[in-house]
Structures are given as C-alpha cells and as structure tokens.
C-alpha cells in the first residue's frame, strides 16, 4: 500500500469515528438516567447501505459487536425511506437483553441510502415483572417488553401511538421519554455530519473509502491469524448457576487456526436453561468479536470494522445457552454469560499464545437493580483484572465485555432513596502469581425507603483462573443485613427490602500470572 493510500485510509477512518464518538457524547448529556448520563450504558456506530459496520466509537463492546447481526436481521424487513427510524430491543432479531433499546436510522444523500446509524442504550428499565428488567426470570416475557423490530419515525414522523403506549407499560416514564430522545438527538447529530462530509467529499468518495477501510481490516486480521500458532486448542469454563437450580453450566470453546481463518466452535456448550443465563447469537459474536480485536491491537492500532470479522467464523448450535431462541430468558446471558464465553476464548487462546493472554479477570459484571413505587436504578460493579504477562492486574475496574463508569456516589444518592454506606477496594481478592491480580471491589447499600431488589452476579462458586502457575482470583460476595442480621445471598437473586436493610456486593479479583519466584 502506497503511504498516500495509507494516510488518506486513516483520515477518513477518523472521520468515521467521530461521526459515532459524537453521537455518544450528544447521547449522554442529553440522556435523563444515571445509568446513561452518568455511566455511559450506550454504544454508537456507523454502518453502510449493505448493512456492514464502517466505524465505531469506544463504547460497550457487547453492544457494538451485537450490532452486525442486528442490522444484518432487520434491515430486509424495512423499506427504508427519510426519515425513518426503526426501533428493537429483541434478543432474537440481534438484540442482546430487553433493557438495551436499539435505534437505526438510515442516511439518504440526494435520494440514494448511503450509510446507517445506530445506537444503543441501556435503560433502566423496561417493563416486566421486577424493576430494573433484570430479573431472575424463566421466560422472556418476565423480563419486560419485547420490541419487535418496527418504526419509531417513518419519513420523519413519530408514531406517537406506540411511542406512548411503549411509556404507559415502563416505570418512571418520564425518565425513558428523556432517554429516548436522548437517542433520537444522537442520530440526527450523526446524520448532519454525515452530510456535511458527504458535500465536500462526495457519495462515490464515501464509499469508495468504507469499502478501503474494511478491506484494510481484513489484511490486519489475516496478519495476526499468521501469528498464531495452527492447530486447535480447547477450553472449558462453567457459569456457576441459573439462579433456578441448574449449577455447573459448561461454555466450550475448540479453536481451530488455520492459514487464513479461524474458526470458533461452541456447539459443546451447555443446552439453554431455565434461568436468565441464555446468551442469543448476537451476545456470543460480540464477545468472540472482542477477544481478536484486543490481540488485534497487539499489532498495533487499526480500524475496527466489519472487515475485521470475516476471518472468523463462528459456530454455535440453536438452543443452546450460547445460541438461545425462544422464548429463553436472557437477562444475564448479555452480562454474564458474554463474561465467561470470553474467560473460555481466553483460555484456549492460552494454550496458543502463552506468553501473550492475560489471567481470568472477575468475570462478571455485578448487576444490582433496585426499584420502588416511583423509581427503578441499574448499575454494575467493577472488580479485579486478570494478571497479564508483563504486569500485575488492575483493581476496581471494568473488564472485558463491559465499558461502563461508576455512578458517582452523589449522582447515585441524589437520584434515589439509597445511602452508599462503603465502596472501597476489596484487599487481597487478586490472585497471587509473578504478577498479581487486580482486587475487586465492596459496594455496600442502605435503602431509604422499600423496594425491590435483583442481584445477578457470577464468579460466587467458580473462581477466575490463573494462568503460569499463577493463583485464582477470589470469589465474590452477596449479603443482605437486615435488623442487624447479616446473611449471605445467592449469586442471583430477586428480594425484598425495607427502609434500614443493607445489600453489600463484594466482587470477585482477577487471577494471577506465572508462579511466584521463590
């Protein structure tokens, strides 16, 4: 490739990804809850007429790498005019889990359909039996209301209708009014500027360099395929449970590289469940997607597009809880069980590239969702990061298929009737190793007034694995004190509480890295 080529490839790459990192900041100062505002539960992406991802910004990657198959679903189903734009949230049409709404818009230029945009967010709720919509269910229906794919806006007009009835069924409606049109003002933002790139550069100019973009993609994976080592290599990691009795869930990963390609088969996995640990389609993409950008970037930096995926080719077997179909519950299968198919990719590619892949991390988001007569809350908890090759693990962060912040403690206690009565490290939750894994966190609450509480968590039976002779993370915590008692919680759990109860999560450390050198 000639340097001009090259520099012209990474300018418009930049150009792209601003489109979507601008749409996400105009999303989240306009956004109404802290779960938005505040830790930024949203992704943004730019995608082309044929449906393939152009740029995206850095946001959550269970949703961006969920985003191909959605669009690759709903996008025959529409004749797509101006001024449209199409709502989902439904897991079997490349959703991930019912509170993540999805918008899709697509972008005209002199009557001819060039791009699409998309984003989508987190709301803190959406209907169903438990506030928060991130029950401990048996049946999709119990987690809240399935969108089926359908116009929000069709030629520029809301179908206020829907729109209204959609409100009428969620708690703190005016909370996911203000959250929906957060969305709304984000995809005319990435439209306008779309626009404006199209009037000085021209529709045949666009394309001409979407299409340079993902091809360059493709070479940058095919170059780290070379890399690794040919053959296949497997792993299996366990979910500790369903929170309905099914314990010891198996997700099993076989790697087999080739010359130009892998492939990821998971049709071993466990069959889908009771419980709300079943992952669809598009969750298990997003997380295979994630593991080979993150080697990707072992190369360098390089555009993340849909090129970068057509090297890998993943395998998975409906009705499984890596291929869920209806009508699963699927709440933890997008936080929990996209955690672990990553912690399995992980472990295989370990026996590929040892001195390359990093420990187990917590291996599990900590989803906490609280609600009462007025309000519904969700937030996750970070813990500790796996030990790497050549340094100790973080503490008290995000790993893997989540990119969310903290709530800040005053945004949280504003907002709602909680007190945050400890949130610290968790010392000596990191595994020990050459290097050491991070710690996780204690996030301790007292509620204000009742409510009704829903914990999903994982890594409380099965620790995050050491990698060389390095130690496991520990596990986590869930207790509940009420009238001075203190008793433990299950990993997943729907209860109760009154004014003075307190929840404490204390979240699992990452595992650490290479023995210890006497």
């Known amino acids: 490739m000639k340097a001009t080529q090259a520099i012209e490839i990474e300018i418009f790459n930049k150009l792209f990804a601003a489109v979507a990192e601008e749409m996400g900041i105009v999303l989240r100062r306009s956004a109404f809850s802290p779960n938005i505002r505040e830790r930024c539960d949203f992704s943004c992406a730019v995608f082309d007429a044929q449906g393939e991802m152009v740029a995206q910004a850095s946001h959550i990657p269970v949703h961006l790498g969920a985003m191909p198959l959605t669009l690759q679903t709903v996008l025959p189903k529409f004749e797509w005019q101006p001024g449209d734009v199409v709502i989902t949230n439904d897991p079997f049409s490349g959703g991930t889990h019912l509170p993540d709404v999805t918008l899709i818009k697509p972008v005209f230029f002199e009557k001819e359909l060039v791009f699409f945009l998309i984003n989508r967010a987190h709301h803190a709720d959406i209907g169903g039996k438990y506030a928060g919509s991130m029950a401990v269910a048996t049946h999709i229906d119990e987690e809240g209301v399935r969108i089926i794919p359908r116009y929000l806006f069709r030629r520029g007009k809301l179908n206020e209708e829907f729109f209204n009835d959609l409100l009428e069924r969620l708690r703190s409606p005016l909370e996911r009014k203000g959250d929906f049109t957060a969305q709304m003002a984000s995809l005319w933002r990435g439209e306008r500027r779309l626009k404006e790139m199209y009037k000085r550069y021209g529709v045949k100019k666009l394309r001409e360099m979407a299409t340079a973009l993902k091809e360059y993609a493709v070479r940058a994976m095919a170059t780290l395929i070379k890399n690794i080592p040919k053959g296949e290599f497997s792993f299996t990691d366990y979910l500790d449970d369903d929170g309905l009795g099914t314990k010891d869930i198996p997700i099993c990963v076989k790697l087999k590289v080739k010359e130009h390609e892998i492939e990821i088969d998971l049709t071993q996995s466990a069959d889908q469940v009771k419980g709300s640990v079943n ?33 890998l080719k993943i395998i998975t077997k409906p009705g499984t809880v890596v291929d869920a179909v209806y009508p699963a519950a699927v709440a933890a299968g997008n936080v929990e069980t996209s955690q672990r198919i990553v912690d399995a990719l992980l472990g295989a590619l370990s026996k590929a590239l040892p001195e390359v892949i990093p420990a187990a991390s917590c291996g599990s988001m900590n989803n906490i969702a609280i609600g009462g ?43 709602y009737p909680l007190f945050i009565e400890t949130y610290r490290l968790r010392k ?28 999903l968590s994982e890594r409380r039976r099965y620790a995050p694995y050491g990698l060389k002779g390095g130690e496991s993370g520990k596990k986590g915590q869930n207790w509940l004190i009420q009238k001075g008692e203190k008793t433990a919680l299950p990993g997943k759990v729907n209860l109760e509480v009154g004014p003075g109860d307190q929840v404490i999560i204390e979240t699992p450390g990452g595992g650490g890295w290479g023995k210890i050198e006497n």
């Open 279 to 311: 992952a669809p389609k598009a969750v298990t993409q997003a997380a295979v997607y994630y593991v080979f950008l993150c080697l990707l970037h072992t190369l360098g930096e390089y555009p993340i597009n849909q090129g970068c995926f057509w090297p």
């Open 373 to 415: 007569d007025d309000f519904a809350y969700y937030e996750t908890i970070g813990g500790g990061m796996g030990a790497r090759p050549f340094s100790d693990g973080l503490s008290g962060i995000h790993t893997h298929m989540t990119n969310t912040l903290n709530t800040p403690i005053e945004a949280l206690e504003h907002d």
């Open 428 to 455: 000596g939750s990191g595994g020990r190793g050459l290097y050491k894994g991070g710690d996780g966190l204690i996030r301790q609450y007292r509620f204000l007034s009742k409510a009704t509480v829903t914990i």
